[in-house]
């Protein structure tokens, strides 16, 4: 081993990149680049699902009837051009599982996290880069396995049980349906190995926000972004494991005749199941809502982390309440591994234990509406400017007030069992846990992009792409709760044989526009995205005159970030518009004197 | 080798404690030096004062996980051993399987293995290595030992017919202990690898690094153990 001459603190200790086309940009150790692979698999699924989407909206609004494209992307599952009830149902199955586990989990935290947790704590990179490159690759396996599960069945395309992968229905095998054979095993290989690479992933997280930080970078002087994925990060550590386990079961379950899930004595399409006995079918479930609810949170809470972030850049205003903001991370976290039961109100529960869960669940409105009031003070009587990320940051805020409103119906037992099954649930999920998310991966797409690829995006695309598609999911999501209140079933692959929804076509036609027309402007953000990469205008160091870290340093990062010099950390993170200082935000690693206008 | 000394670093013994900079909401850097190493010695950079800490964080953490797996399965083992939907039928039931006798065995031999390898660890720590090399060799074979003790108890349930879909005790009896054996065997490889490093007598500040947290992972896996063996022989 050669010597090597460690200097001492203080002076430069810089870490070369790595040579070579693959080394650097293909299986790389750095966090940047990892960050970036993330973030583009994450794209890639964003668009399957949105596709998926679409030919959702398409069935609903113009039931069975033939559409010739349809036999050119599905031959065999759709012959005769028409989207039959097991299509429809695989198109919802992966839909739901494509945009939870390889959107919604893996941009915000696997994504900006990875890129910018590290700079912003002032590391050179994570605590285990080489964990880290093994943890996206997983997932990228992971999404190929689920890519598989797409070829599985000839007359679908993948399981037909919904993301939830409902036992006994997902335990059967072929006898269940289409896909559920193969199919099954594909999808739930596919989360297992999600499972195990968001461990890893989480791991990384905790270990380098505790040990990694910077000189003075005290733990409330973190940004709120940094919170966010620490608690988001804690929430996929001890929530992954359990549908780990679930997985486990459920493959076992499917491939060697046990009797975890399964009830004996069941027919099914006709026959009398014989090898299994004795299941709890509710199992299931509750392993899998153990996990399914913590999930809402690991999707929401990086955008909530860079709301605060970005409204407070952008009002030019600290963060109201700073440490409740972080409470409230907290608060949320730890409520969300007491609730799981309030999904399941439907399957048969003593009231005694649904009150318990109900009560639980609306405790969370408390947290939810501190970091909401805290958002609206954040920018009370601020500066503010309306750039593309501040548009987006206050999206958020509006679709989580609209989508949580609702939280509140759902959460309660007898406001729950009439809507559980019905447009009312997915009207209710998809804007506080879906679009929401979405909005803050747009959000951070936005404000990170000069840092990450040292061009800016263009603002006028960007501000066009939020008001059509704030326009948009509005029209989508809103009009949903009304029809869960007529009663509208959830799941079914038209409604427009249920005589007593004879008024819902306009309604239905009325979404389906909405949905082609968002899904059709989504292509301006992903214009805007290419284009700004090769032709946007250069980006200084700190173009949004924001304090944190990421601000101090070259647009983009060198390889090790900070140069080999570890940053000295002097404030808080938002210092904006301090009473005396030289100009209206004062970076975190300015010792005071650098700050005052008068010294 | 530079850094053959990295140990004299000054590091709280606490899992958290040595990468914890700065009072919380401490004014300035100033006052953050005082808990930390704030002057290095000469040699020795920021990396390699976290590096044992970030490892002895980073193994908790993934014991957390791995707690977790094993905590979700207890839950589901209790579920279905007290309110599955039962029917008369001897397949539905749960028949609690009799304990093979080599599961004594194995019992007794990780527990062996703990207690040499925590013998290694203080040997090593004296910087006895003919002890430490004979110990680490000792826990490897004990190790191996213990999985060749499960093996003969699945085996001697196998022969006696009792397969993984039997009957619910004997699924999660299977599932249980070959997860544990999975989890075990990333132990083994590590201590494989300390073995042929202490044989070799190659043993620097990164092997000293890994014993430690090897045998964090090693007696969490005892531990481990001891409370499946109770779980799925001894609790009703």
Same mark, same amino acid.
């Given at each position: 081993?050669?010597?090597?001459?460690?200097?001492?603190?203080?002076?430069?200790?810089?870490?070369?990149?790595?040579?070579?086309?693959?080394?650097?940009?293909?299986?790389?150790?750095?966090?940047?680049?990892?960050?970036?692979?993330?973030?583009?698999?994450?794209?890639?699924?964003?668009?399957?699902?949105?596709?998926?989407?679409?030919?959702?909206?398409?069935?609903?609004?113009?039931?069975?009837?033939?559409?010739?494209?349809?036999?050119?992307?599905?031959?065999? !599952?759709?012959?005769?051009?028409?989207?039959?009830?097991?299509?429809?149902?695989?198109?919802?199955?992966?839909?739901?599982?494509?945009?939870?586990?390889?959107?919604?989990?893996?941009?915000?935290?696997?994504?900006?996290?990875?890129?910018?947790?590290?700079?912003?704590?002032?590391? !050179?990179?994570?605590?285990?880069?080489?964990?880290?490159?093994?943890?996206?690759?997983?997932?990228?396996?992971?999404?190929?396995?689920?890519?598989? +599960?797409?070829?599985?069945?000839?007359?679908?395309?993948?399981?037909?049980?919904?993301?939830?992968?409902?036992?006994?229905?997902?335990?059967?095998?072929?006898?269940?349906?289409?896909?559920?054979?193969?199919?099954?095993?594909?999808?739930?290989?596919?989360?297992?190995?999600?499972?195990?690479?968001?461990?890893?992933?989480?791991?990384?997280?905790?270990?380098?926000?505790?040990?990694?930080?910077?000189?003075?970078?005290?733990?409330?002087?973190?940004?709120?972004?940094?919170?966010?994925?620490?608690?988001?990060?804690?929430?996929?550590?001890?929530?992954?494991?359990?549908?780990? +386990?679930?997985?486990?079961?459920?493959?076992?379950?499917?491939?060697?005749?046990?009797?975890?899930?399964?009830?004996?004595?069941?027919?099914?399409?006709?026959?009398?199941?014989?090898?299994?006995?004795?299941?709890?079918?509710?199992?299931?479930?509750?392993?899998?809502?153990?996990?399914?609810?913590?999930?809402?949170?690991?999707?929401?809470?990086?955008?909530?982390?860079?709301?605060?972030?970005?409204?407070?850049?952008?009002?030019?205003?600290?963060?109201?309440?700073?440490?409740?903001?972080?409470?409230?991370?907290? +608060?949320?976290?730890?409520?969300?591994?007491?609730?799981?039961?309030?999904?399941?109100?439907?399957?048969?529960?003593?009231?005694?234990? +649904?009150?318990?869960?109900?009560?639980?669940?609306?405790?969370?409105?408390?947290?939810?509406?501190?970091?909401?009031?805290?958002?609206?003070?954040?920018?009370?009587?601020?500066?503010?400017?309306?750039?593309?990320?501040?548009?987006?940051?206050?999206?958020?805020?509006?679709?989580?007030?609209?989508?949580?409103?609702?939280?509140?119906?759902?959460?309660?037992?007898?406001?729950?069992?009439?809507?559980?099954?019905?447009?009312?649930?997915?009207?209710?999920?998809?804007?506080?846990?879906?679009?929401?998310?979405?909005?803050?991966?747009?959000?951070?797409?936005?404000?990170?992009?000069?840092?990450?690829?040292?061009?800016?995006?263009?603002?006028?695309?960007?501000?066009?792409?939020?008001?059509?598609?704030?326009?948009?999911?509005?029209?989508?999501?809103?009009?949903?709760?009304?029809?869960?209140?007529?009663?509208?079933?959830?799941?079914?692959?038209?409604?427009?044989?249920?005589?007593?929804?004879?008024?819902?076509?306009?309604?239905?036609?009325?979404?389906?526009?909405?949905?082609?027309?968002?899904?059709?402007?989504?292509?301006?953000?992903?214009?805007?995205?290419?284009?700004?990469?090769?032709?946007?205008?250069?980006?200084?160091?700190?173009?949004?005159?924001?304090?944190?870290?990421?601000?101090?340093?070259?647009?983009?990062?060198?390889?090790?970030?900070?140069?080999?010099?570890?940053?000295?950390?002097?404030?808080?993170?938002?210092?904006?518009?301090?009473?005396?200082?030289?100009?209206?935000?004062?970076?975190?690693?300015?010792?005071?004197?650098?700050?005052?206008?008068?010294? | 080798?530079?850094?053959?000394?990295?140990?004299?670093?000054?590091?709280?013994?606490?899992?958290?404690?040595?990468?914890?900079?700065?009072?919380?909401?401490?004014?300035?850097?100033?006052?953050?030096?005082?808990?930390?190493?704030?002057?290095?010695?000469?040699?020795?950079?920021?990396?390699?004062?976290?590096?044992?800490?970030?490892?002895?964080?980073?193994?908790?953490?993934?014991?957390?996980?791995?707690?977790?797996?094993?905590?979700?399965?207890?839950?589901?083992?209790?579920?279905?051993?007290?309110?599955?939907?039962?029917?008369?039928?001897?397949?539905?039931?749960?028949?609690?399987?009799?304990?093979?006798?080599?599961?004594?065995?194995?019992?007794?031999?990780?527990?062996?293995?703990?207690?040499?390898?925590?013998?290694?660890?203080?040997?090593?720590?004296?910087?006895?290595?003919?002890?430490?090399?004979?110990?680490?060799?000792?826990?490897?074979?004990?190790?191996?030992?213990?999985?060749?003790?499960?093996?003969?108890?699945?085996?001697?349930?196998?022969?006696?017919?009792?397969?993984?879909?039997?009957?619910?005790?004997?699924?999660?009896?299977?599932?249980?202990?070959?997860?544990?054996?999975?989890?075990?065997?990333?132990?083994?490889?590590?201590?494989?690898?300390?073995?042929?490093?202490?044989?070799?007598?190659?043993?620097?500040?990164?092997?000293?690094?890994?014993?430690?947290?090897?045998?964090?992972?090693?007696?969490?896996?005892?531990?481990?153990?001891?409370?499946?063996?109770?779980?799925?022989?001894?609790?009703?």
């Amino acid at each position: 081993m050669a010597e090597v001459i460690h200097p001492t603190h203080g002076e430069i200790h810089r870490h070369e990149p790595p040579k070579g086309f693959i080394r650097k940009y293909i299986f790389s150790l750095d966090h940047k680049v990892i960050g970036i692979q993330y973030f583009f698999l994450a794209l890639f699924s964003v668009l399957v699902g949105l596709v998926l989407s679409v030919l959702m909206r398409l069935q609903l609004a113009w039931p069975n009837q033939e559409f010739g494209f349809l036999k050119v992307i599905f031959p065999t !599952a759709a012959e005769s051009g028409t989207i039959s009830p097991d299509l429809y149902l695989s198109l919802v199955t992966m839909h739901g599982t494509i945009m939870v586990f390889f959107v919604l989990t893996t941009a915000p935290q696997g994504g900006f996290g990875n890129y910018f947790l590290p700079i912003q704590i002032g590391a !050179a990179d994570m605590a285990f880069p080489l964990l880290n490159a093994l943890s996206f690759w997983t997932t990228f396996l992971a999404l190929g396995v689920m890519m598989m +599960a797409f070829f599985a069945a000839t007359n679908t395309i993948g399981p037909i049980g919904g993301w939830t992968g409902y036992a006994p229905l997902s335990a059967l095998g072929e006898r269940a349906g289409p896909g559920q054979g193969l199919g099954v095993i594909l999808w739930i290989s596919s989360i297992g190995l999600f499972c195990v690479a968001s461990l890893l992933g989480a791991l990384n997280f905790i270990t380098t926000m505790l040990n990694m930080r910077a000189r003075g970078m005290s733990l409330m002087r973190l940004p709120l972004t940094c919170w966010a994925w620490f608690t988001t990060a804690v929430l996929s550590l001890l929530s992954f494991p359990v549908l780990l +386990a679930a997985a486990i079961l459920l493959i076992i379950e499917h491939q060697a005749g046990t009797s975890f899930f399964i009830p004996g004595g069941e027919y099914v399409s006709g026959k009398l199941l014989e090898e299994h006995k004795g299941g709890s079918p509710i199992l299931w479930q509750h392993l899998f809502w153990f996990f399914g609810h913590p999930e809402v949170y690991i999707a929401i809470l990086p955008g909530m982390g860079l709301t605060s972030h970005i409204l407070a850049t952008f009002a030019r205003k600290p963060v109201f309440g700073y440490r409740a903001m972080v409470f409230a991370i907290f +608060a949320i976290g730890l409520l969300g591994f007491f609730v799981w039961g309030h999904h399941m109100f439907m399957s048969g529960m003593d009231p005694r234990t +649904a009150i318990m869960f109900s009560l639980i669940t609306l405790t969370i409105g408390v947290p939810s509406a501190i970091k909401t009031f805290n958002w609206l003070g954040t920018i009370w009587g601020g500066q503010i400017r309306f750039t593309a990320p501040m548009l987006y940051a206050i999206g958020f805020v509006s679709l989580f007030v609209s989508g949580g409103i609702t939280g509140l119906f759902l959460g309660q037992t007898s406001i729950d069992i009439p809507l559980h099954d019905t447009y009312f649930v997915v009207g209710h999920f998809h804007l506080i846990m879906g679009v929401a998310a979405i909005f803050g991966i747009f959000m951070g797409t936005q404000f990170w992009f000069p840092k990450m690829f040292g061009r800016m995006m263009s603002e006028s695309l960007g501000k066009l792409h939020f008001w059509l598609t704030f326009i948009g999911v509005n029209c989508i999501f809103i009009p949903m709760h009304i029809m869960g209140m007529m009663g509208a079933p959830r799941r079914y692959s038209t409604h427009y044989n249920l005589q007593y929804l004879s008024e819902l076509p306009p309604l239905t036609h009325f979404v389906s526009y909405a949905a082609f027309f968002t899904a059709a402007v989504q292509l301006i953000f992903v214009v805007n995205l290419f284009w700004s990469m090769f032709k946007g205008p250069k980006a200084s160091d700190n173009p949004w005159e924001a304090t944190t870290l990421e601000w101090t340093i070259p647009s983009p990062p060198p390889h090790d970030n900070f140069e080999g010099i570890e940053p000295e950390v002097y404030r808080g993170p938002y210092e904006y518009s301090v009473p005396g200082a030289s100009k209206d935000y004062s970076m975190q690693t300015e010792p005071d004197e650098a700050v005052r206008s008068d010294g | 080798m530079a850094r053959g000394l990295t140990t004299d670093v000054k590091i709280k013994p606490s899992g958290l404690g040595g990468g914890m900079r700065g009072p919380n909401g401490g004014d300035g850097p100033d006052e953050t030096g005082s808990e930390g190493p704030k002057n290095w010695p000469p040699g020795y950079s920021r990396d390699d004062a976290i590096e044992p800490v970030k490892y002895r964080i980073g193994m908790w953490v993934g014991l957390a996980s791995i707690l977790m797996l094993f905590v979700s399965l207890t839950s589901a083992y209790i579920v279905r051993q007290t309110s599955g939907l039962s029917d008369d039928s001897d397949s539905g039931r749960w028949i609690s399987i009799k304990m093979p006798w080599e599961l004594w065995l194995s019992t007794g031999v990780l527990l062996a293995s703990s207690g040499t390898f925590e013998l290694a660890r203080r040997a090593l720590r004296r910087n006895v290595y003919s002890r430490f090399n004979l110990l680490i060799s000792v826990t490897t074979l004990l190790g191996v030992a213990f999985l060749g003790g499960q093996v003969m108890a699945w085996r001697h349930l196998a022969a006696q017919g009792i397969y993984l879909a039997s009957n619910p005790h004997s699924s999660f009896f299977y599932l249980l202990t070959s997860l544990h054996a999975i989890h075990l065997i990333g132990g083994l490889v590590a201590l494989i690898c300390l073995t042929v490093f202490a044989l070799r007598l190659r043993i620097g500040s990164r092997q000293r690094n890994a014993v430690e947290i090897t045998a964090l992972y090693w007696h969490f896996m005892d531990g481990l153990w001891i409370y499946l063996f109770l779980l799925l022989f001894f609790w009703r």
